[in-house]
């Protein structure tokens, strides 16, 4: 889903728009290092019934950066719940040639960790609860 159907779709209240600016703030910063990313929002957010006023925007976020860069991240957010996934690849592919994690290869990697940690969140496994942002 585009950036501007989603806004349309999922930001129609202050609060909502309010979670979206915070997440297109963080995906900027990851833009500007030259990171490729794949970013799918789930949760009470998208999830009918829409809560009207969410307490945060979850996040899977799929980045292709460098090995061993610096967080970009900021500690301990409590409205945007980010569940970051580990890439692999050569070193010496640039960061934009890098392809990211499938919708199902998050799913699997956050269900596994909501299961370990006692977690009661899941996300259906065929990604009906899931968009996609482009």
Avoid at 18 to 30: G, K, R, S, Y
Avoid at 66 to 72: D, L
């Amino acid at each position: 889903m585009c950036w501007s159907t989603f806004v349309e779709e999922y930001g129609f209240n202050q609060r909502r728009i309010e979670l979206i600016h915070m997440l297109q703030a963080e995906l900027a910063v990851i833009a500007s290092k030259g990171w490729a990313y794949r970013v799918y929002i789930f949760g009470s957010f998208i999830k009918e019934p829409l809560r009207a006023v969410p307490g945060d925007i979850d996040v899977l976020l799929s980045i292709s950066q460098p090995f061993g860069a610096e967080r970009w991240y900021q500690a301990g957010r409590a409205d945007l719940h980010i569940k970051h996934i580990v890439m692999s690849a050569d070193p010496s592919t640039p960061a934009t040639l890098r392809a990211g994690k499938t919708a199902q290869e998050m799913i699997s990697v956050f269900n596994e960790g909501c299961q370990l940690t006692g977690e009661k969140a899941r996300i259906d496994g065929d990604g009906s609860d899931l968009v996609e942002l482009i």
